[in-house]
Nanobody
Framework: QVQLVESGGGLVQAGGSLRLSCAASGSIFRFDTMGWYRQAPGKQRELVAAATSGGSTNYGDSVWGRFTISRDNAKNTVYLQMNSLKPEDTAVYYC???????????WGRGTQVTVSS
């Protein structure tokens, strides 16, 4: 069974940086897509960034140019470097990985990111 372990969330002042990590275990296969979503109170969950096994990346409009996603396929780990953080980035950040061939769509428990003004 696939398990995702997230780390790196916390409290930071506006303009600061954080790095999130998500390690996936329970599968010997590479995940097609690994990424991050976030959900702020009272809002829908939204895509932050995603990276395919082939190296393509996709970012939400609000984080473009500030956040960078990367993945280590050998470790089945995905990272999110968050720079120039803003109070509106405050949310619970969820790791998500997908394996399309088996319909696998897995979520982490989430890690809180709080940006103070």
């Amino acid at each position: 069974q696939v398990q995702l372990v997230e780390s790196g969330g916390g409290l930071v002042q506006a303009g600061g940086s954080l790095r999130l990590s998500c390690a996936a275990s329970g599968s010997i296969f590479r995940f097609d897509t690994m990424g991050w979503y976030r959900q702020a109170p009272g809002k829908q969950r939204e895509l932050v960034a995603a990276a395919t096994s082939g190296g393509s990346t996709n970012y939400g409009d609000s984080v473009w140019g500030r956040f960078t996603i990367s993945r280590d396929n050998a470790k089945n780990t995905v990272y999110l470097q968050m720079n120039s953080l803003k109070p509106e980035d405050t949310a619970v950040y969820y790791c998500n990985v997908k394996r399309y061939s088996v319909g696998g769509d897995y979520w982490g428990r989430g890690t809180q990111v709080t940006v103070s003004s």
